[in-house]
C-alpha cells in the first residue's frame, strides 16, 4: 500500500500542499534571482509573470525525481528552475493566442504590457532555461538541456496541433489526446525525469520517472478539460463552461462525438462565433447525458494509476516515490 492510499482526500491534499510549499520555498528565490541576468527593460515583466503564482507542480516533480535517484533535491533545482521558465514562457504564449487577459485572477503579460512586450519575455524565459543548464557543461547537464529541447519541441507541436483544431468540425479521442500527449504531457515527462538525469541516473530510473510524467500529463489535462466545462469561475478564474463557449476541442467534446454527439451542431453556424450562455447549458446538459463528464473522470483516473505504476518498475528511493504519488493524486482531485 503506498503513503497516498492510507490518506483521506483531505489529508492527502494537505500532504501535497506541504510539498509544494517546500518547492515554492527552495525555487521561488532562484527563480527571482535567475531573472537578474535579464535587460532591465525586461526584468520588470519577469517579475511581474512570477508574481502571479502558481502551484509549482512541475518545479517539485524536478526536486522528487532527483531525490528518487537517491541525490540530493538540490541537484534538481537547476532543472526545476529551468522547467519553470519554460511554462511560464508557454503561458505567456498561450495567453496571447487564446487572447486571455486574465490568469490566476491578475492581468495577463499581454493584457498588462502588449503583445510585443510578452513575446519578447517568453523567448527571454525559454532562453534562459537553457543558459541556467548549460552554465556548467557536464554530461548530466547536457543530457537535461536535450531533454527539455525535446519537451518544447513537442509541447510546440502540440499547440500548433490545437490551432489547426480550431478549423476542424471535431477532433477523435485519439487526436485529442495525441495532442494532450504535447502540449501537457511531455514537458511533465521531462519535469519528472530532469532531476534524475542531472543525478546521472541510470536510463531504467530514468525511463520510468518519464513514463509517470507522461501519464501524469495525461491525467493533468483531462482535470483541466474537466475544470474547463464544470469548473467553478471562483477557481478557475474563468466563466462556467468557457471551453465549450470558446468552442475548444477537448477530451469531453471529443468523446461525445465519438459516441454520435456533435456537442457544438445546434449552435452559432461559424466556427468563429462564440456559444451563448443558452447554447453552453444545453452544451454541458448534453455531455452529462451521454457520459462524456464520467469517461473524461475516468480517465483521469486511469493515467493516474498507469502513472504510479511506472514508478514500480524502477528501484527509486521510498519517500520521493511516496511523495510523487501524492502529486499525482493531488493533480487529478484539485478542485473537481
Given at each position: 500500500?503506498?503513503l497516498?492510499?492510507?490518506?483521506?482526500?483531505?489529508?492527502?491534499?494537505?500532504?501535497?500542499?506541504?510539498?509544494?510549499?517546500?518547492?515554492?520555498?527552495?525555487?521561488?528565490?532562484?527563480?527571482?534571482?535567475?531573472?537578474?541576468?535579464?535587460?532591465?527593460?525586461?526584468?520588470?515583466?519577469?517579475?511581474?509573470?512570477?508574481?502571479?503564482?502558481?502551484?509549482?507542480?512541475?518545479?517539485?516533480?524536478?526536486?522528487?525525481?532527483?531525490?528518487?535517484?537517491?541525490?540530493?533535491?538540490?541537484?534538481?533545482?537547476?532543472?526545476?528552475?529551468?522547467?519553470?521558465?519554460?511554462?511560464?514562457?508557454?503561458?505567456?504564449?498561450?495567453?496571447?493566442?487564446?487572447?486571455?487577459v486574465?490568469?490566476?485572477?491578475q492581468?495577463?503579460?499581454?493584457?498588462?504590457?502588449?503583445?510585443?512586450?510578452?513575446?519578447?519575455?517568453?523567448?527571454?524565459?525559454?532562453?534562459?532555461?537553457?543558459?541556467?543548464?548549460?552554465?556548467?557543461?557536464?554530461?548530466?547537464?547536457?543530457?537535461?538541456?536535450r531533454?527539455?529541447?525535446?519537451?518544447?519541441?513537442?509541447?510546440?507541436?502540440?499547440?500548433?496541433?490545437?490551432?489547426?483544431?480550431?478549423?476542424?468540425?471535431?477532433?477523435?479521442?485519439?487526436?485529442?489526446?495525441?495532442?494532450?500527449?504535447?502540449?501537457?504531457?511531455?514537458?511533465?515527462?521531462?519535469?519528472?525525469?530532469?532531476?534524475?538525469?542531472?543525478?546521472?541516473?541510470?536510463?531504467?530510473?530514468?525511463?520510468?520517472?518519464?513514463?509517470?510524467?507522461?501519464?501524469?500529463?495525461?491525467?493533468?489535462?483531462?482535470?483541466?478539460?474537466?475544470?474547463?466545462?464544470?469548473?467553478?469561475?471562483?477557481?478557475?478564474?474563468?466563466?462556467?463552461?468557457?471551453?465549450?463557449?470558446?468552442?475548444?476541442?477537448t477530451?469531453?467534446?471529443?468523446?461525445?462525438?465519438?459516441?454520435?454527439?456533435?456537442?457544438?451542431?445546434?449552435?452559432?453556424?461559424?466556427?468563429?462565433?462564440?456559444?451563448?450562455?443558452?447554447?453552453?447549458?444545453?452544451?454541458?446538459?448534453?455531455?452529462?447525458?451521454?457520459?462524456?463528464?464520467?469517461?473524461?473522470?475516468?480517465?483521469?483516473?486511469?493515467?493516474?494509476?498507469?502513472?504510479?505504476?511506472?514508478?514500480?518498475?524502477?528501484?527509486?528511493?521510498?519517500?520521493?516515490?511516496?511523495?510523487?504519488?501524492?502529486?499525482?493524486?493531488?493533480?487529478?482531485?484539485?478542485d473537481?
Open positions: 500500500m503506498t497516498s492510499d492510507s490518506l483521506s482526500k483531505h489529508e492527502n491534499e494537505l500532504t501535497a500542499l506541504d510539498i509544494l510549499s517546500r518547492t515554492k520555498m527552495l525555487v521561488h528565490p532562484a527563480l527571482v534571482a535567475a531573472t537578474q541576468r535579464l535587460g532591465p527593460e525586461l526584468q520588470p515583466l519577469a517579475s511581474h509573470q512570477l508574481s502571479t503564482g502558481g502551484k509549482y507542480v512541475r518545479a517539485c516533480l524536478a526536486l522528487l525525481s532527483a531525490s528518487a535517484a537517491g541525490a540530493d533535491e538540490q541537484v534538481g533545482l537547476v532543472g526545476a528552475l529551468a522547467i519553470e521558465f519554460v511554462h511560464n514562457f508557454s503561458l505567456i504564449h498561450d495567453d496571447i493566442i487564446d487572447n486571455d486574465t490568469r490566476r485572477h492581468p495577463t503579460m499581454w493584457a498588462k504590457y502588449g503583445v510585443g512586450p510578452a513575446i519578447i519575455v517568453g523567448d527571454a524565459l525559454s532562453t534562459l532555461a537553457f543558459q541556467l543548464l548549460l552554465d556548467e557543461a557536464t554530461v548530466e547537464r547536457v543530457g537535461a538541456a531533454c527539455l529541447a525535446d519537451a518544447v519541441q513537442a509541447m510546440i507541436l502540440g499547440q500548433a496541433q490545437d490551432i489547426a483544431s480550431e478549423d476542424q468540425p471535431s477532433l477523435s479521442v485519439e487526436e485529442c489526446l495525441r495532442m494532450e500527449a504535447g502540449k501537457t504531457g511531455a514537458l511533465l515527462a521531462c519535469a519528472a525525469s530532469i532531476g534524475a538525469i542531472l543525478a546521472g541516473a541510470d536510463d531504467d530510473d530514468v525511463k520510468a520517472l518519464s513514463e509517470y510524467g507522461d501519464h501524469l500529463g495525461l491525467a493533468f489535462q483531462a482535470t483541466d478539460d474537466m475544470l474547463g466545462v464544470w469548473g467553478e469561475p471562483s477557481v478557475t478564474g474563468k466563466p462556467v463552461g468557457n471551453d465549450l463557449r470558446l468552442r475548444k476541442k477530451l469531453p467534446i471529443s468523446i461525445a462525438y465519438a459516441k454520435g454527439f456533435d456537442v457544438f451542431a445546434e449552435s452559432a453556424s461559424s466556427l468563429d462565433e462564440e456559444l451563448s450562455d443558452a447554447d453552453v447549458a444545453e452544451a454541458m446538459v448534453l455531455l452529462d447525458d451521454c457520459g462524456a463528464r464520467y469517461e473524461t473522470l475516468e480517465l483521469a483516473e486511469e493515467e493516474l494509476r498507469a502513472a504510479i505504476a511506472a514508478l514500480d518498475r524502477a528501484p527509486l528511493a521510498s519517500t520521493a516515490r511516496d511523495e510523487l504519488t501524492v502529486i499525482a493524486r493531488y493533480v487529478i482531485e484539485r473537481k
